[in-house]
């Protein structure tokens, strides 16, 4: 995993490591379009930078709640 921790550019199963999730389930994200990777030739490759904004593009547990509290604001008329 060390090794993973310091390649930029991964294939299926080193992304499926760094991720901790199953070769398939890369596969079916791909299809579904919810995974960022690119195709060259037959074969996928994931940028570790691009991957990790878009695990930190998914998260659903913020630490702080600015963007609920500037919709709150918005709503109510007034400006932050």
């Known amino acids: 995993m ?5 390649k ?3 294939d299926i ?3 499926s490591e ?3 999730i199953g070769k398939s389930k890369i596969y079916s994200l791909i299809k579904m379009k919810k995974i960022p990777a690119s195709k060259i030739g037959r074969q996928y490759r994931f940028s570790k930078e691009i991957v990790d904004g878009w695990l930190r593009d998914k998260i659903i547990t913020k630490k702080d709640n600015t963007a609920t ?3 709150v604001s918005v709503k109510s ?3 932050k």
């Open 18 to 20: 760094y991720l901790g």
């Open 2 to 6: 060390e090794k993973i921790q310091n």
């Open 69 to 71: 509290q500037n919709t």
């Open 13 to 15: 199963k080193e992304v």
């Open 8 to 10: 930029q550019i991964m």
């Open 77 to 79: 008329g007034e400006e």
